[in-house]
């Protein structure tokens, strides 16, 4: 018997069992997989000395994140410390101009000033108009949409701003990211710089509300940042783990769930796939897709069928491929700034993110898609060996199941799967583009382990059809919409049974965000 159970062992799992241990509660955190983390995992995937970052690996969302300064102080007594560059992202065009985003706004208003003269006033005036509203912005996404907190929030600001000055914010908020880069910034390549970030929200440059989110990512950028952390991220689930344990908690790993035990309408435990029960007198927590959670995991005589329907049509977003490369030394990318980058997107720019994620959605593999080209050696230079480095390379605008491809180039399976011979074909596509940026790259790759949607679904069943996000983030299916329309805040049908995760609010991202919540409602 705990007091409470939590399904799945993700940053949002993490975060919640720190916030509820620290309360007294006595925690069981289950993970169905080998290892715990959920999309945080390091490894050796490529050659011996080369630790890689496997899924995700950057934390701007969690060090600015009211979960990290709960667990601050036990992350840094076990030897947990975060890694940055001053300069967190960039961008380089298939012509070789390039540029970067630095965590200093002068240092950025003076470089988009070279490259178009009112490009940087502009910038800068758009953030100050949002800093102005993200009070309302980070208390719309740090609380729970259904409570009266939100409401008094809403309210306030409706008093201070009148309705129409209320209107006046939502209206601009559902805009799209194209409109704001094309009315703030007259050069492409300043464009360039901030139009891929969209896709590490689920968006497109077209989405409604896209533009408030790329604002919201490059004020966070400024402001922190892209750190790492040191040595590795599975560094940072066993510091959490650990603590855990000390506070009277227990984790357990190959322990797959195949129920949800309800007694009367109320959520009394679990039960695993080798017939293990474990009982909880608050709450059951499920870090998991609404799919699993309404589809595989409750029973069907608990859940409306509405709700079953509705949880069946949830929609995932596009498919995610990742390469991992070790290299016998640093990356050639004939600039210096370049080379201090923590995170550069390799892309035509604008339009050709619009179009490659126009032809992902049309089940074809994109002609030029943006290439996320993190550089973790750069910012911790102690993942390889002294002077080797290592790549994380990204692929966010890829169908889960292609029917064919742009360029006409690679044969696609009839069945849509992503063989091994597919994956490797479309990868070598990408290192051929990045070779012509940084040439001598190809002869460096020491090591090389590509991973297809199909592969990031199996290694973590909420990435379903390789969404690296487990779900769109359109407007239909954000904030109060979230996961489902059927559902208020974190809660379900079944009472003391919360689903949390990036499938719930605020979405994606390790900020550990629907875990506090729900951890907090719980110790009120």
Known sequence: MYDVIIVGSGMNSLVAAAVLSRHGKRVLMVERND???????????TVPGFRHDVLSGFYPLFVTSPGYGVVKDSLEAAGITFCNSELPTGVILPDGRSTCLAMD???????????????????????????????LVFGMLGGEPWRFDMAKLLGKTLWGQGAHGMSQFFGDAMGSCRHWLT?????????????????????????????????LIAMTLEMVGMPVVKGGSSHIVDAFVADLQSRNGEAMIN??????????????????????EFHARDAVICNVTPTQLYGRLLPSTVVSEDLRREAAQYRYGRGDMQIHLALDGPVNWGNEDLAKTAMIHVTPGLDGV??????????????????????PTVVDPSRAPQGKHILWL????????????????????ADGSWTDDLKNAYADRIIDRLEKHC??????????????????????MNLVGGDPYSGDCGIDQFFLWRPLKGTKNHETPVKRLYQIGASTHPGPGLGGGSGYMVAQSLIK
């Open 105 to 135: 706004r002068a240092a950025n208003v003076e470089r988009m000033e070279r490259l178009a003269a009112g490009d940087g006033k502009r910038y800068a005036q758009s953030l100050d108009e949002f800093a102005a509203s993200a009070p």
């Open 183 to 215: 009315t703030t910034f007259d050069s492409d390549v300043n464009r360039a710089l901030l139009a891929p970030w969209i896709l590490h929200n689920v968006l497109g440059p077209e989405a409604a509300l896209s533009g408030l989110m790329a604002k």
């Open 354 to 375: 619009s179009r490659a994620v126009n032809e992902a959605e049309r089940g074809l593999l994109p002609a030029e898609a943006t290439i996320v080209v993190a550089q």
């Open 255 to 276: 322990a797959d769930v195949a129920e949800i035990l309800v007694t009367k309408g109320v959520a009394t435990g679990i039960r695993t796939t080798d017939g293990r």
């Open 35 to 45: 290892v715990f983390g959920g999309c945080i995992r390091s490894g050796e995937v």
């Open 439 to 460: 040439p001598g790259l190809k002869q460096s790759i020491l090591g090389r382990h590509v991973l297809s949607p199909q592969d990031l679904e199996r290694m973590n």
């Open 394 to 413: 990204q692929l966010q605008e890829l169908p889960s199941r292609p029917r064919g491809d742009a360029l006409s180039e690679i044969s696609v399976p």
